[in-house]
């Protein structure tokens, strides 16, 4: 089933006569963190003059590199998220967009989602890194949230998944590439004044009404623009 939750009523256009061009497969994971009755989140703002949505505040996220699909886990991904993911029975392309959803999160924060032991696969620089902690992905405490893809009018584009972990599964100390500011455990109570985008928006009330137990886990949301914003569930 589906239904219109967001609407604009002059979304931007495609040029007329440009290609659209092919999302890339990215993944953002959105960290909490409950402390008696408040929820804080990790997040960072994107420098202002970023190509790709500049200037707002995001979850850690990026595209999914080749390396991310040969990274071996500690534990699996659950397999029922696969089809939700979009990517079918492809167990091993739903590994791959966790893997890097774990993998940009150390790169721009510094806090890895892992468990003690010999990480084995890719040779990548950022696997290599995550490698010298001692540190292997750990994938059975995330949770999934939803995707979104970035409309058709856009030069940059991703399909981008959203997963969530609590907190308490990371370790390291928050420092970050640099590629995100201002990063640190947000109180999600004092978010509405901060420049964030419409999606960004909707997959962190999704993702604290998950912690809060407020929604369920299924069906999941496929935030799109058709015309204008619409979200599918599945």
């Known amino acids: 089933m589906s239904q219109e939750v967001l609407s604009a009523s002059n ?26 009755q408040k929820i804080f989140v990790l997040m960072g703002r994107r420098s202002p003059t970023a190509r790709f949505m500049p200037g707002v505040f995001v979850f850690p996220g990026g595209a999914v590199s080749s390396g991310d699909g040969r990274v071996l886990p500690a534990t699996e991904l659950d397999p029922t998220y696969g089809t939700l993911m979009g990517v079918g029975q492809s167990q091993s392309r739903a590994r791959a967009l966790a893997m890097a959803a774990i993998r940009e999160t150390w790169e721009e924060t510094g806090l890895v989602v892992g468990v003690a032991g010999q990480l084995k696969g890719s040779r990548a620089p950022s696997w290599e890194a995550i490698r010298s902690l001692n540190r292997v992905p750990d994938l059975q405490h995330l949770g999934y949230v939803g995707r979104a893809i970035t409309p058709s009018f856009s030069k940059i584009r991703f399909h981008a998944r959203f997963f969530t972990v609590d907190a308490h599964h990371l370790s390291g100390e928050i420092q970050g590439d640099g590629e995100l500011v201002e990063v640190g455990w947000w109180n999600v109570a004092d978010l509405n004044d901060l420049p964030m985008r419409g999606v960004t928006r909707f997959m962190l009330d999704r993702a604290v009404g998950l912690v809060r137990g407020e929604v369920e886990e299924r069906p999941t949301p496929i935030f799109r623009w058709r015309g204008s914003r619409r979200v599918a569930w599945r």
Do not use: F, H, N
């Not at 979304?11 to 008696?36: F, H, M, N, W, Y």
């Open 11 to 36: 979304p931007p256009k495609r040029v007329s006569g440009e290609p659209v061009v092919r999302p890339r497969d990215a993944s953002s994971l959105i960290v909490t963190q409950r402390e008696r």
